[in-house]
């Protein structure tokens, strides 16, 4: 599975948009990329994936470039409650048991 | 909303003790998963499970943990005899299986504290 990088960490304005990047140079043709976040010692909450194509559902969206190399997870209206850790995963055939490898991820806080 | 749920919340034993963290994955899923994460560092992966069997476990999951599926809810961590480095938050994760890709759904955790 494809290394990732993320910055360690971000700031936002409370209610502007938060936009999260991840780099996977290496990720390969069958790799989808996963972002998951975690609330202080929370469990991991998943937020949404994708292939190739941009996604959006009623968390976040993510953008992949068109040589998915990189993608960026946008929350568009951040509120205090998304001050969490984002993780960026790139996972080839996520249904087969396969382990999600956490990185560091990005430290997400939200100035009021 | 189903979610998955994990008991005890925080667990405290004596080193050399057995424990056993349960967890009740969502109630369609049949992949299974448990990761720990020692405080401050990274969520690990231990195993997954599918169909009665381990399907991949890490280095760290070595011959003191098991996995069990006692009956049609329960998905059961061991540990037979807990080390010192075993305290950490230990969480359970399910997802479904179908054609395509699946999101793990992960529990609140069992902080696991050993003295």
Redesign the interface.
């Known amino acids: 599975d494809a290394k990732t990088t993320q910055p360690p960490s971000m700031d936002c304005a409370e209610g502007r948009a938060a936009n999260l990047p991840c780099n996977h140079s290496t990720i390969s043709g069958n790799e989808y990329v996963y972002w998951y976040r975690q609330i202080h010692s929370q469990g991991p909450q998943y937020i949404i994936h994708g292939l190739k194509n941009n996604e959006t559902n009623e968390m976040a969206s993510l953008i992949i470039t068109e040589d998915r190399k990189s993608s960026t997870l946008i929350l568009p209206h951040a509120t205090l409650r998304d001050t969490a850790v984002y993780y960026c995963i790139a996972l080839s055939k996520p249904n087969t048991g396969n382990q999600f490898y956490f990185g560091t991820g990005t430290s997400l806080t939200v100035i009021p | 909303e189903p979610e ?1 749920t994990q008991t005890p919340s925080h667990q405290v034993t004596q080193m050399g003790q057995e424990v056993i963290l349960r967890c009740v994955p969502i109630s369609n899923h049949l ?1 299974f ?1 448990w ?1 720990r ?1 020692i405080l401050g560092q ?4 231990l195993v ?3 169909n009665n069997e381990i ?2 476990k ?1 280095e760290i999951f070595d011959d003191q943990f098991s996995v069990e599926r006692p009956d049609g809810s329960n998905f059961t961590l061991k540990i037979r005899s807990t080390k010192l480095e075993d305290s950490a ?1 230990y ?1 359970c ?1 399910s ?4 054609g ?10 069992t ?1 696991l504290t050993v003295l």
């Not at chain 2, 990274?42 to 992966?45: A, D, L």
């Not at chain 2, 395509?100 to 955790?109: M, S």
């Open positions: 998955v992949y998963y990761y994460q990274k969520v690990e992966f997954s499970f599918y399907s991949e890490s938050m969480f994760a997802s479904e299986v179908s395509g890709p699946n999101e793990q759904f992960f529990g609140p955790g902080r």
